[in-house]
Nanobody
Framework: QVQLVESGGGLVQPGGSLRLSCAAS????????MGWYRQAPGKQRELVAR???????NYADSVKGRFTISRDNAKNTVYLQMNSLKPEDTAVYYC???????????????WGQGTQVTVSS
């Protein structure tokens, strides 16, 4: 019905950059919120950055000034530009979206499969 596909992860040295993309497809009427979470081994999932339903942005304190979230509403796509990467940014990054489907009156939460980001020398 709705699929989220992430891309752009990989291995990068400290101080380097990556750009993640997430495209939502399927029976989508409207995307109310969309953003990125991450989970490191042995750690809880945490919010990285997202657009809220009202269109504002939220960032984790640990990434402010380094990461920038952007979107292309026409393509139902969200991006995460990650600069000045640190080893502690290493995690699986998951795309998340709150979606209203066609012919539905409710919103539903969807997750991508995740993309690995590894920051190491």
């Amino acid at each position: 019905q709705v699929q989220l596909v992430e891309s752009g992860g990989g291995l990068v040295q400290p101080g380097g950059s990556l750009r993640l993309s997430c495209a939502a497809s399927g029976s989508i009427f409207r995307v109310n919120a969309m953003g990125w979470y991450r989970q490191a081994p042995g750690k809880q999932r945490e919010l990285v950055a997202r657009f809220t339903s009202g269109g504002s942005t939220n960032y984790a304190d640990s990434v402010k000034g380094r990461f920038t979230i952007s979107r292309d509403n026409a393509k139902n796509t969200v991006y995460l530009q990650m600069n000045s990467l640190k080893p502690e940014d290493t995690a699986v990054y998951y795309c998340n979206a709150l979606v209203v489907r066609h012919y539905d009156v409710r919103s539903s939460d969807y997750w991508g499969q995740g993309t690995q980001v590894t920051v190491s020398s």
